[in-house]
C-alpha cells in the first residue's frame, strides 16, 4: 500500500490566485501582488487631538441648558404653551420668535412651523468656532 502525502511541495504551481502572470513566467517575483493593496497604505489621519472636541461637547452642553430652558417654560406654563401653539397656528411669526425668547433663550434659534408641528434649530456657534446645534421638533 502506498502512502500519499497531501502536502507535497511542487516546484512549479501553475496558478496562483492573485497572481495572473505566474502561468507565463513562474519564478519572476514581479508580477505577485496581493489582490487588495490597501492592506499596505499608511495611515494619512492627522495624531489625534481632543481639544476641538472637548470644546464642541462644552458648547453643546451649554445649548442643551438653553434648550431645557424653553422645553420647561412650555412644560411649566399651559399658558405659555397655549399662546406659542397660537401664535403658530396663526402665523405670527415675530409673536412666536418673541414667546422663545421670552423662555430665557439667549443663543440664536431659527423656527418655523406647520399645522401639525413646531420646529426649531438651536444654534450655539460662533463666527470662530461652529461646533454644534440642536433640532428641536415638538408635534401639536
Not at 487588495?36 to 481639544?51: A, L
Not at 451649554?62 to 406659542?84: C, H, P
Not at 411669526?93 to 439667549?106: F, H, P, T
Not at 434659534?109 to 434649530?121: D, L, M, R
Request: hydrophobic share 35%; net charge neutral.
Amino acid at each position: 500500500m502506498s502512502y500519499h502525502d497531501p502536502y507535497l511541495t511542487y516546484s512549479y504551481q501553475p496558478f496562483h490566485w492573485g497572481t495572473p502572470y505566474s502561468f507565463v513566467w513562474p519564478n519572476t517575483q514581479y508580477f505577485n501582488m496581493p489582490m487588495c493593496p490597501c492592506y499596505r497604505q499608511q495611515n494619512s489621519f492627522p495624531p489625534v487631538d481632543t481639544k476641538g472636541f472637548e470644546q464642541s461637547a462644552k458648547r453643546f452642553q451649554e445649548l442643551m441648558k438653553e434648550v431645557t430652558l424653553f422645553i420647561n417654560s412650555i412644560i411649566q406654563s399651559t399658558e405659555y404653551a397655549y399662546q406659542l401653539m397660537d401664535a403658530a397656528q396663526k402665523s405670527d411669526q415675530v409673536r412666536v420668535e418673541q414667546l422663545i425668547k421670552s423662555a430665557g433663550i439667549s443663543i440664536k434659534y431659527k423656527v418655523s412651523f406647520t399645522p401639525s408641528a413646531i420646529q426649531i434649530t438651536f444654534d450655539n456657534s460662533t463666527d470662530n468656532f461652529s461646533c454644534c446645534s440642536m433640532l428641536v421638533v415638538l408635534r401639536w
